[in-house]
């Protein structure tokens, strides 16, 4: 997008529920860091909307330019893929849209959790090019492709463990036919007695919003049942900042992390598709109150 073109962006978030998203704050340190003027509003849309009412409501704003951006979450990213014109390669790959844009009076959807998520994960130097790590990743969902294919297609092994099992199947199915996976993914049906006993993952990734405010006496893991000996646990929920399944996980010694850091990493780079303009990450991590600098478990 050419940015003298526009006095002041109009961005915002396609979810349900909205209200607890950091995102906001994090375009607004961005607009700040790139002397950008800008906006970036809450769009919360429930479930039930139709094609017709998302398309009036939000999506035409994205054609006449009303609006110059939008993220879609949970639990319209795999919806959103019939809202577009165009897809990424990486959005058509996964079967999952975050990020929705106006190019050449089409709209595009895109997929920046993916590289987001590799992206935080590397800032932790938690994932090294030539070591694979064994990956399990709970549930089958938007953020769960994306998950899976970052990890698969850096050569990781995945398994995907889901309650319903064909969920698993399908999506492990899809990602699997794409060339830039290099391991195999696997599904599983979701048996955490099992997984405790039979599977040995490094990495643990929960994707699922077990746990994610307003019910955060929930867990996805049963708390009766330990967690995988050895593994490091990622939870992509962000509020509240320590879940239950985090806070378990430290309880019996195993390194935890949640998913603010991703979030503000698919942030910046969704704001760059929009702008043109990669911004600075420091003040975008400081913005929700991490240091760039001393990120860790």
């Not at 895109?110 to 130097?125: A, E, K, M, Y």
């Not at 994932?127 to 089958?140: D, E, H, W, Y």
Request: proline share 8%; net charge negative; hydrophobic share 40%.
């Amino acid at each position: 997008m050419n940015t003298s073109s526009v006095h002041a962006f109009r961005f915002g978030l396609i979810g349900w529920p909205v209200a607890h998203s950091l995102s906001p704050r994090i375009h607004q340190a961005a607009f700040q860091a790139t002397g950008l003027h800008g906006e970036y509003r809450l769009y919360p849309i429930d479930p039930a909307t139709t094609h017709e009412q998302i398309q009036n409501a939000i999506l035409d704003k994205l054609r006449d330019a009303t609006l110059h951006g939008l993220n879609v979450t949970v639990p319209h990213k795999e919806r959103a893929l019939s809202w577009v014109d165009r897809l990424s390669g990486t959005a058509q790959a996964v079967g999952a849209v975050n990020t929705l844009s106006l190019q050449n009076n089409q709209i595009v959807g895109d997929n920046t959790d993916v590289q987001g998520f590799l992206d935080h994960l590397s800032r932790l130097n938690l994932l090294t090019p030539g070591k694979p790590k064994r990956c399990l990743i709970l549930g089958a969902g938007g953020s769960a492709r994306a998950a899976a294919f970052a990890l698969a297609q850096a050569g990781h092994p995945v398994t995907i463990a889901a309650r319903r099992i064909e969920q698993a199947i399908q999506l492990a199915e899809h990602l699997n036919r794409s060339p830039a996976v290099t391991t195999p993914i696997e599904a599983l049906n979701y048996d955490p007695d099992f997984i405790q006993r039979q599977i040995s993952p490094e990495i643990f990734v929960n994707t699922t919003p077990v746990g994610m405010h307003p019910n955060t006496e929930q867990s996805p893991w049963p708390l009766e049942i330990p967690l995988p000996q050895g593994c490091l646990v990622y939870d992509m929920i962000y509020n509240p900042a320590e879940t239950q399944l985090l806070h378990e996980a430290r309880r019996q010694g195993l390194p935890a992390i949640n998913g603010l850091g991703m979030l503000v990493e698919q942030a910046a780079r969704s704001f760059s598709i929009w702008t043109g303009i990669q911004p600075p990450l420091e003040p975008l991590y400081q913005a929700v109150g991490l240091n760039l600098a001393s990120i860790d478990t």
